[in-house]
Nanobody, 123 residues
Framework: QVQLVESGGGSVQAGGSLRLSCKYT?????MAWFRQAPGKEREGVAA???????TYADFVKNRFTISRDNAANSLYLEMNSLKLEDTAMYYC????????????????????WGQGTQVSVSS
């Protein structure tokens, strides 16, 4: 069972940057960042496979960068040019059991989830 702990969230003005981190206890297959705003469904933000292939949601392309460091058991999300609509709870997810029947940005691909870290963007 992979355990995940996110950090790095906070409050920032629009146009600013934040870097989220997720520490995991053992290296899974794919990993991803999801987010959930109040009253909305959880949505995939970015994913990275064990060999490094990255997938991004259209709404974060060219603004967010996902990376992982298996030696440090860490997943990162660099967020630039933040917008008001990026405000949400951000969750780290791990594919601890190989589950290729779902796309990298679908919640059902992932078995393990962190508790989340809040990102708030203000004008």
């Amino acid at each position: 069972q992979v355990q995940l702990v996110e950090s790095g969230g906070g409050s920032v003005q629009a146009g600013g940057s934040l870097r989220l981190s997720c520490k995991y206890t053992s290296s899974p297959y794919s990993m991803a960042w999801f987010r959930q705003a109040p009253g909305k469904e959880r949505e995939g933000v970015a994913a990275i496979a064990s060999l490094g292939l990255k997938t991004y949601a259209d709404f974060v392309k060219n603004r967010f960068t996902i990376s992982r460091d298996n030696a440090a058991n860490s997943l990162y999300l660099e967020m630039n040019s933040l917008k008001l609509e990026d405000t949400a709870m951000y969750y780290c997810a791990a594919e601890s059991v190989y589950n290729p029947g779902y796309s990298p940005l679908q919640t059902r691909r992932y078995y393990n989830w962190g508790q989340g870290t809040q990102v708030s963007v203000s004008s």
